[in-house]
């Protein structure tokens, strides 16, 4: 399975390919040290990664394990870095908690961290990280101001929750306090982020949704379900109540205990009148709970509805623009995280792995799940035309879409969702959050779970 | 024992019936009821694999649940080639490795343990506990707990070392039980015999005790083997930088969702009939041998 | 010496305290009186060795942690407090917890039992060729070389509104609607647990019952026995120990797991274990460490119970 690359290649031996044996991987990197050595600077492969390869020999021996979640840590990612820079970069999968779990409690066995933006605050926190020098990081001025300044085209990006720009910068690389406003030192690089909503069959419910308030209206009792992620999915609770306009909530990512005990006391007596079908754990879960029909609207994730589609039935993932100070969609953001024993050589191909993900290979992958990439002015790099109109400026496609692997998702003609990423990007309503009364909040969930 | 003589059986009620004497006799009419619940039982065991054999075969389309999409053996060629399904492959290997592992230590630990609690000894009801204790600890903190021991002693985490001593201390308590429920309808007598005869300690338990504890031995292996293949709490902590099976599976329910699952359950089916179809058919021709041979003298 | 050893012989129906366990009992004694308690440590010292790394020194940290105070966020302050056990013993939610989670173990320990049961007597006395039983007995293993998870997820496919169950009912015409209860509920999480577990009881069963000797039971329909008194004052009674092992490994499988409830339940249920993950999930560990302890000491204490009725340990240690 070979990705289509927009640049040339010139060397054979910089042609992606997805599938990577471990003598691939050997011959590869033999080759890449031979273009090396014998063409400084003006090598194909440098044109295309641009990689400094002088210390080649040195860094042949080194190894980053790279821990995250899987579909931001992906194994055809880190056999792709492998390949372009050199060095063995392994990618291991965990779910959320057990990563931060071992981040926090096994510091040593990590080297890069996946963090989502109120990780990044809980490992900032433990001493965990060091600061990421911001100046060595090349594409850090192309990336979305969304990230880097809070701010896009003059508008300030919601700060309900914990959005990525609070949690991005700190004063000192060995700072544990998050520090408000830009410095030169960050605590992670963002890598992968999307604006969730609701899915839906329209062919089961004959109307378009635009409003969180549908996921509870009784109309779709017992067909509607949401996630099982504490943290997650009072968040998508209170966008609801919110929409529906029972409440209005401070800060939906900070909520106080009163506005926790509406929310949860709301949810118990929904689950009791019978509205949710389930509260889904996997991923595959809420594929499956769509596609067989068992819920026609649920809280979904973008790589849900389009595999849901895949298997044949239409799902839509509803266009929660943010309208009357209501609505607007929830946003996360997974970023890179530099563990803090990384030093000497290790960290100088941390930091040249940094690199090589913003620069376009890894922005080009992932957007074929329907992720953005934060910079991508290089991911538009990898992807054709025809890709880049559908995933990111929501036009319709021209050629048939392909899936990360090659397998065709799309036909000509169709729509993504939500319109371009701008528009979806500037609808945030509240990111991804760790609050303060967690404790709380969790215990509450547990009754609701328990009712 | 409640004592309840033959005496005091009412006359009226002595029937002759018999039971399990090897000879041709009619099976009794339970022989068909619990064949028929055991029957049920198999069926509803195989249940969910029947879906999983089945939906294993589809093509490139094919998603967790029915209706089907097409037949292939695209799923089968995907697991082992694992583009884009993690590294199912890697963690299957690990998995088995330290299954077998685990396997083999649990039975040498479980037997001595078991001999060990033959006689009283100072302290046995602490260890006992303390085994209970292990049983039943909640395998997400006791993982946590032990990573973050090994990384305050500076040891490098690993599905070999910590993974290893976590599956053991859940994999232990069970063989000890087991061995404890074998050991109690061994007959010491036999061991006086062999140490009349002038057989030396070792001897003693190398060819008397363990053959015939060896059915326990076998469940203490089988327990040791599911226990430790299918460990996920308290593996997600102590595994290290490579996952185990379940670990894998488990990361990957996020953002997959993949029928070379399915094609995995196939895959593992097949070979575990196939290895019992070779083990039961050596017995046999083990067993057919050993007749002839004695029958020739 | 003698005496001892034709006692035994017929030990096999009476090892429940009888003269002849005494007389062998002080018999033993005074041989193993040269085998002192060092032998027997030597014995121990894998067990040991395994558990004090990776159980009572882990444990020791979790207890710890329990009685630190907690700074909401994954750290723990060096101070001493009981606020962690305050909230777990004053919260209704834990004994709602608590309730779901027995309910869930009673049920799956009924359901085991039962068909563990019978399966074991079936494959101990009505199945006649030794190879043929142990053939059967492994075809009862075959699904748990197949992982776990992987288990979990066929569930939908089998018991879900289009699934495999409801299809062949609606076909058969027996419903007309799809049965919903068969997916994401309690039936569902007692229907996989029972599907894990059974195995589990069946061994210890199978393992006591085939050590019953079957002259015991021929004697006994010579004496003219009934079935009914037969599996009364023979069977169960000697198969006690397989039952209790049993229920020993359900028990403290079903009261530490989080992993079938989630699934299973669709979120409908919640299991003490698995309130735990959602707060380890944040890095709350003193609450979590504090949840953990007193889930350990209560399920202990449940096995302790189970012990006094059939105590394992005396069967074997004279």
């Given at each position: 399975m070979k990705e289509k690359l927009e640049a040339s290649d010139p060397t054979p031996e910089s042609k992606t390919e997805a599938t990577v044996t471990d003598s691939g991987v050997d011959v590869s990197r033999r080759a890449v040290l031979k273009s090396a050595a014998a063409?400084?600077?003006?090598?194909g492969t440098q044109a295309i990664t641009g990689f400094p390869l002088i210390w080649a020999q040195d860094i042949k021996n080194i190894e980053l394990r790279h821990v995250g979640v899987s579909y931001s840590v992906v194994k055809a990612i880190g056999d792709q870095a492998s390949k372009d820079l050199g060095f063995k970069v392994t990618m291991q999968n965990l779910d959320t908690s057990a990563a931060i779990n071992r981040f926090v409690t096994q510091p040593n066995t990590v080297d890069i961290a996946d963090v989502e933006g109120w990780q990044a605050k809980l490992a900032t926190k433990r001493g965990v990280l060091q600061g990421i020098e911001v100046k060595k990081i090349k594409e850090f001025e192309n990336i979305l101001p969304i990230f880097t300044k809070g701010e896009f085209s003059g508008k300030v990006v919601s700060r309900q929750g914990i959005s990525p720009y609070e949690a991005m910068y700190i004063s000192k690389p060995d700072a544990t306090e998050l520090h408000e406003g830009v410095t030169p030192w960050a605590t992670f690089l963002p890598q992968v982020y999307n604006a969730d909503s609701m899915g839906y069959r329209p062919d089961l419910i004959k109307k378009e949704i635009t409003e969180w308030k549908e996921l509870i209206n009784p109309a779709y009792k017992g067909k509607a379900a949401i996630l099982d992620v504490p943290a997650i999915g009072i968040m998508d609770a209170a966008l609801c109540f919110e929409s529906a306009g029972e409440i209005k909530y401070a800060n939906k990512g900070n909520m106080t205990k009163s506005e926790i005990d509406f929310t949860i006391n709301r949810l118990i007596e929904l689950k009791k009148q019978g509205q949710f079908r389930a509260t889904w754990t996997t991923f595959d879960q809420s594929v499956q709970l769509m596609a067989a029909g068992e819920v026609i609207i649920q809280s979904m994730w973008s790589p849900a509805v389009a595999a849901v589609r895949v298997k044949g039935m239409p799902c839509i993932y509803a266009p929660v623009n943010i309208k009357n100070g209501k609505e607007g969609y929830r946003g996360w953001c997974n970023g890179m995280a530099l563990m803090k024993h990384l030093s000497g050589k290790k960290l100088d191909a941390a930091y040249e792995y940094l690199n090589w993900y913003l620069s376009g290979w890894q922005g080009g992958f992932v957007a074929r799940y329907g992720y953005y990439s934060p910079v991508p002015s290089t991911a538009k790099k990898f992807l054709t035309a025809n890709e880049w109109d559908y995933w990111y400026e929501g036009k319709p496609a021209t050629a048939e879409i392909l899936d990360p692997y090659g397998v065709p998702m799309e036909k000509p003609g169709a729509k993504r969702d939500g319109g371009s990423f701008i528009e979806r990007v500037t609808n945030i309503s509240c990111w991804n959050t760790l609050m303060d009364e967690a404790q709380y909040m969790n215990k509450r969930w547990n009754d609701f779970k328990a009712a | 024992m409640s004592a309840t003589s033959p005496a005091t059986i009412p006359a009226a009620k002595r029937v002759r019936r018999r039971v399990a004497d090897g000879a041709e006799s009619k099976r009794p009419w339970t022989f068909w009821v619990l064949a028929t619940l055991f029957a049920g039982y198999v069926l509803a065991l195989y249940g969910p694999m029947l879906c999983i054999y089945v939906l294993s075969f589809q093509d490139i389309r094919g998603g967790l649940v029915f209706p089907m999409k097409g037949l292939s053996v695209h799923w089968f060629i995907d697991l082992f080639t694992q583009v884009r399904t993690g590294d199912v492959k890697g963690g299957f290997e690990r998995s088995i490795v330290l299954a077998l592992i685990v396997t083999i230590l649990t039975v040498v630990g479980s037997f001595m343990a078991g001999l060990a609690f033959r006689q009283r000894f100072k302290g046995d009801g602490i260890v006992f506990y303390l085994m209970i204790g292990s049983l039943v600890a909640p395998g997400l903190v006791l993982g946590i707990g032990i990573g973050l021991l090994f990384q305050y002693f500076g040891l490098e985490a690993s599905w070999f070392t910590s993974a290893l001593g976590a599956h053991l201390s859940w994999t232990l308590p069970f063989g000890v039980l087991v061995m404890f429920a074998v050991m109690s309808r061994f007959d010491r007598a036999w061991e006086e015999a062999a140490r009349d005869l002038g057989a030396t300690r070792w001897q003693i338990i190398w060819m008397v005790v363990v053959p015939i504890l060896a059915p326990g031995l076998l469940a203490v292996a089988l327990f040791g083997f599911t226990l430790s293949y299918d460990e996920f709490s308290r593996t997600l902590q102590t595994s290290g930088p490579l996952n185990t099976l379940p670990l894998e599976i488990w990361a990957m329910t996020l953002n997959v969702t993949s029928p070379s699952l399915y094609a995995l359950g196939t895959v593992t089916t097949l070979a575990s009939f196939l290895i019992i179809g070779i083990c039961l058919g050596g017995i046999v021709w083990i067993q057919k041998r050993r007749a002839t041979r004695i029958s020739v003298h | 010496m003698t005496t001892g050893i034709t006692d035994t012989i017929s030990t096999g129906a009476s090892s429940e305290g009888v003269p002849v366990e005494t007389a062998f009992a002080k018999k033993g004694a005074s041989s193993s009186a040269?085998?002192?308690?060092g032998m027997a440590w030597l014995y121990v010292s894998p067990l040991v060795l395994i558990l004090i790394p990776f159980f009572i020194a882990p444990i020791f940290v979790v207890v710890v942690a329990s009685f630190l105070e907690n700074d909401g966020f994954g750290g723990m302050l060096p101070h001493f407090t009981l606020a962690n056990y305050a909230s777990v013993f004053s919260a209704e939610l834990t004994l709602r917890l608590y309730a779901s989670t027995v309910k869930f173990a009673v049920l799956t320990w009924a359901g085991t039992l039962i068909i563990g049961f019978w399966i074991a007597y079936f494959l101990v006395f009505h199945v006649r060729n030794q190879l043929l039983a142990i053939g059967l007995f492994l075809l009862c293993t075959v699904p748990f070389w197949t992982s776990n998870i992987i288990r979990m997820i066929s569930w939908i496919p089998l018991l879900g509104k289009n699934g495999l169950v409801n299809s062949i009912l609606i076909s058969a015409g027996i419903i007309h609607q799809p049965l919903e209860f068969l997916l994401f509920s309690d039936f569902a999480v007692v229907v996989a647990y029972v599907h894990q577990l059974t195995i589990f009881m069946i061994v210890p069963i199978f393992n006591a019952m085939s050590r019953i000797d079957k002259r015991t039971v021929e004697a006994a329909l010579d004496a003219g026995a009934s079935r009914f008194e037969i599996m009364r004052y023979i069977i169960v009674p000697l198969s006690k120990n397989g039952i209790a092992l049993g229920s020993i490994f359900v028990l403290s499988i079903v009261m530490g797991d989080f992993f079938v409830v989630k699934v299973m339940s669709g979120g409908g249920s919640a299991s003490i274990v698995s309130a735990l993950f959602e707060d380890i999930a944040v890095l709350q560990y003193p609450p979590a460490a504090a949840s953990a302890v007193v889930l350990l000491i209560v399920v202990v204490t449940m096995i302790a119970l189970i012990l006094r009725t059939v105590d394992v340990r005396k069967e074997i240690a004279r």
């Open positions: 063409l400084a600077g003006v090598a | - | 040269g085998r002192s308690g």
